[in-house]
């Protein structure tokens, strides 16, 4: 992240702006890059603000809005030219999961760190928290929780994928916030993957009962074991083999019904390749296919002959026709 964008950002969150430096903040959210800074200044922000707790149900777009307004002292407030409205409203979108999602949650610590972990490229890695959950982080993900977890609820905070193994505790639910879905178990084996840049979010369940809504919806789904659950600003449900939820923990690519489309993001993180789609839009037939210790021509060769689609590999870039 570039910690110069941080320094700039946190001094607008804080109403320290000068008029060249909105000036700059403008030209930031103009751009609609920086999301991983944005992302880690609202995280320090809610940290800080002891606001009580939060309901995902009460959140309103307009209050982000309003409230980034308020947060500008120079001058009354951030005005866009009008051709850098559809890149400041894309950015504000951004904003208000982003915000949402770090704020959905009691925001008073007690004192405690709240810690993270992340995996890199091709790296799983296993923690396990201070109720005794055990958490597996698969490629390019991070976990966010509380060293020790505090009052009626255990929460945590999940960018990319994981299965967590939860501690059953009636009294103390446990609770996965991703930007689009908030998952609620009180004790239950379940996979969550939430990658920000993936069209999909995912809940697949192993074992126990869990329960899932959208982030801005009071609304909740059950889910029981072998259920998964998609979300692509519409959900849809289906079921699978419980066994196949530990498929990437093993090495096992596993798709159910997915187009070449929802299984590239997998693909380029698997195999650290790059996947780019030409201008036609169909997105070809739904697979359905495992693969264990295949390689990446493998893998492309048996997905374009099921899915109907050509590509062409060299060296780690996939274009597809």
């Known amino acids: 992240m570039d910690q110069e964008i941080i320094l700039l950002l946190r001094k607008y969150a804080a109403n320290n702006c000068s008029a060249h430096e909105l000036e700059q903040v403008r030209q930031i959210i103009a751009s609609g890059k920086y999301y991983a800074e944005w992302e880690a200044v609202l995280l320090e922000e809610s940290l800080t603000e002891d606001t009580g707790p939060s ?33 400041a409203a894309a950015i504000l979108i951004m904003l208000s999961a ?8 009691n925001p008073v610590l007690n004192n405690r760190t709240l810690l993270s972990v992340s995996s890199s490229d091709g790296q799983q890695k296993k923690i396990t928290l201070a109720d005794g959950t055990e958490v597996t982080l698969n490629s390019l993900s991070t976990i966010h929780y509380k060293d020790i977890f505090n009052g009626g609820k255990r929460e945590v905070y999940l960018e990319g994928e994981a299965f967590f193994n939860v501690v059953h505790d009636a009294q103390h639910p446990f609770i996965v916030h991703t930007q689009k879905l908030n998952v609620h178990v009180l004790g239950t084996s379940f996979n969550v993957s939430a990658y920000i840049h993936d069209k999909k979010t995912t809940v697949s369940v192993a074992t126990g009962k869990v ?14 074991p072998g259920d998964r659950l998609s979300y692509n600003g519409n959900i849809q449900t289906s079921h699978i083999n419980p066994d196949d939820i530990l498929g990437w923990q093993k090495g096992i690519l596993i798709f159910h019904q997915e187009s070449i489309r929802d299984i590239a993001p997998v693909l380029e993180r698997y195999y650290g390749v790059h996947i780019y789609f030409g201008k036609n839009n169909d997105p070809g037939k739904q697979i359905t296919a495992a693969f264990k210790q295949k390689t990446l021509q493998q893998v492309m060769m048996i997905l374009s002959q099921t899915a109907g689609f050509t590509y062409k590999l060299t060296n780690n870039e996939i274009h597809i026709d």
């Open 55 to 87: 309901d995902a149900s009460d959140f309103k777009q307009a209050e982000v809005l309003n409230r980034i307004n308020r947060s500008i002292k120079p001058v009354k407030r951030l005005i866009f030219p009008r051709w850098s409205l559809g890149a």
């Open 98 to 105: 982003g915000y949402l999602f770090f704020s959905n949650r």
């Open 211 to 224: 329960g899932v809504n959208v982030s801005n919806s009071a609304y909740a789904n059950m889910l029981l």
